[in-house]
């Protein structure tokens, strides 16, 4: 790569870090809504009633750190927590199915468990409200 590809590449990482953590965050959020709610989409058995182990608080933890990472409030902790639930929804869930992700359908799970985990390190990106909190602070 031509050191002005990589150097252009570099000046728009931060906003294409913000847009990935955005559409992460937006469809852990649906993920959760669609099993606390039953929308946008039913899943089939409407919604899962409230206080029901472990699917219930899943989707709850679902909602609240996905909104929490598609704003970019609270980045790194939301996207350790819901990393972690993800990491958790893989053992408990899918590998008693098999040990490979493509054999037990916990495709989604691992995606979203390393998409959060990457986050817990690079933080939300420019266009985040934790970015704009540290600008306000440093202005202050």
Not at 23 to 45: E, N, R
Not at 89 to 103: E, M, S, T, V
């Amino acid at each position: 790569m031509t050191p002005s590809v990589e150097a252009r590449l570099n000046a728009v990482a931060p906003a294409v870090l913000s847009l990935f953590r955005i559409v992460l965050g937006l469809l852990f959020t649906v993920h959760g809504a669609a099993k606390l709610f039953a929308w946008p989409v039913d899943m089939g058995s409407g919604p899962i009633p409230a206080g029901t182990w472990p699917a219930w608080w899943a989707g709850l933890i679902e909602v609240v750190a996905g909104l929490l990472i598609m704003t970019g409030l609270f980045t790194r902790i939301a996207a350790f927590i819901a990393s972690g639930t993800m990491a958790v929804a893989y053992f408990w869930q899918h590998q008693p199915d098999g040990l490979h992700p493509l054999q037990n359908g916990g495709e989604s799970a691992v995606l979203f468990c390393f998409g959060f985990f990457l986050l817990v390190f690079t933080g939300g990106g420019a266009w985040a409200l934790d970015a704009l909190l540290r600008r306000r602070r440093s202005t202050v």
